[in-house]
């Protein structure tokens, strides 16, 4: 069955600090990859999608995340991390619907 | 534009009462999906409309959750004789015309905490 593992439940870092969020799938043929990040009393917001073509995908608010077939990967990054980007950031695949992994707390740190 | 909105925001009851939640999509997309969001989790999906056709309910999780949408947009989410594992965030999302796997566009979910 398809699956998306988030393993890292809650991670803090020091604002200004690098950020690599780990995402693993579960799905056996070309996934399309999604980054999603939720404020707390907001909806979810797309961050970023990988369907095709370059493995490393630009994304909003400074973010980039690097597809790895073979790691079945798709993490995220960003080289420096502000205030504003405490929330939770979830991965998710598409399949015939979106699944989503559990999420990645963030927290930031002045 | 107008994104996508849900009402209330907040629903409490208490076990046994019927619940209905509203999600207007944004105007325009013809797919809309429902997810339920546990507490400590990732959305989970619930069933998926294009236009008023309900194509997929494969995640109501029992025949108390019943969704609709009649005329193809507003989309109403019913559940019948509430239970205290139905609390959750319950989020709406839509997506325009074009392949499966473009962007759907969530709404800011509704809190319902069953007492």
Known sequence: AQSVTQPDIHITV?????????????????PYLFWYVQSPGQGLQLLLKYFSGDTLVQGIK??????????SSFNLRKPSVHWSDAAE???????DKLIFGTGTRLQVFP | GAGVSQSPRYKVAKRG???ALRCDPI???VSLFWYQQALGQGPEFLTYFQNEAQLDKSGLPSDRFFA????????TL???RTQQED????????????????????GPGTRLTVL
């Open chain 1, 89 to 95: 950031y979830f991965c998710a695949v598409y399949t």
């Open chain 2, 78 to 80: 019913k559940i019948q």
């Open chain 2, 17 to 19: 009462q019927d619940v």
């Open chain 2, 27 to 29: 105007s325009g997309h």
């Open chain 1, 14 to 30: 020091s604002e200004g600090a690098s950020l690599e969020l780990r995402c693993n799938y579960s799905y056996g043929a070309t």
């Open chain 2, 87 to 106: 609390s959750a965030v319950y989020l709406c999302a839509s997506k325009k015309r074009g392949p499966s796997y473009n962007e759907q566009f969530f």
């Open chain 2, 68 to 75: 609709e949408r009649p005329e193809g947009s507003v989309s």
């Open chain 1, 62 to 71: 400074g973010f980039e995340a690097e597809f790895k077939r073979s790691q």
